[in-house]
């Protein structure tokens, strides 16, 4: 089973910077987009960043220039460099990844079990 493993995530201070990281474990032979989302209390579930396999990426509006998403095919890791945080964006991060072929079949989205981001004022 292919599964989806995040980490990186804690307590910062508003203006600090953190790293989430999330490997998609198993037998991986592509993934087509992976990316982050991330939900507040009593919000819905919001795209932060998205990258495909070549690399396109798109950002939600409110991270332009402070977040950055990159990716690591060899090792099915994608990353999100988050600068300049501020208290909205507290929120819980999950990863997401979509058109997984693997040698145990084909996923069409799985999500990360998320990691808690919580930037204090």
């Known amino acids: 089973q292919v599964q989806l493993v995040e980490s990186g995530g804690g307590l910062v201070q508003a203006g600090g910077s953190l790293r989430l990281s999330c490997t998609a474990s198993?037998?991986?032979?592509?993934?087509?987009?992976m990316g982050w989302y991330r939900q507040a209390p009593g919000k819905q579930r919001e795209l932060v960043a998205a990258?495909?396999?070549?690399?396109?990426?798109n950002y939600a509006g409110s991270v332009k220039g402070r977040f950055t998403a990159s990716r690591d095919n060899a090792n099915n890791t994608i990353y999100l460099q988050m600068n300049s945080l501020n208290s909205e964006d507290t929120a819980v991060y999950y990863c997401n990844a979509r058109g997984i072929r693997s040698d145990t079949g084909y996923y069409r989205d799985l999500w990360g079990q998320g990691t808690q981001v919580t930037v204090s004022s």
């Open positions: 198993g037998s991986i032979f592509s993934i087509n987009h």
């Open positions: 990258i495909t396999s070549d690399g396109s990426t």
